[in-house]
């Protein structure tokens, strides 16, 4: 990081100021995309382990039906 000088007449000042804003306005609005980022994930990761769980018992049951179609063989 380079050290900048320090504003001393109102226009610097004024003009620091209004780049501060803006860069923070900018950090702010990044921050509410991301929120909405994550949410969504969440969402979809939400919905995953629901399928997945359903598939899990999709096959159990195949399993089970599987094996008692097998004839015991002894």
Known sequence: M???KKPTT???WEKTCNN???ALHSMMQDSAMDTLTIEN???QVASLEKQLTMSNGI???LEIQI???KPNSV
Do not use: F, G, V
Request: glycine share 0%.
């Open 2 to 4: 380079t050290k900048s």
């Open 10 to 12: 109102l226009k610097e």
């Open 20 to 22: 501060l804003d803006k």
């Open 41 to 43: 994930l969440r969402e």
């Open 59 to 61: 096959i159990k049951y």
């Open 67 to 69: 094996a008692r179609s």
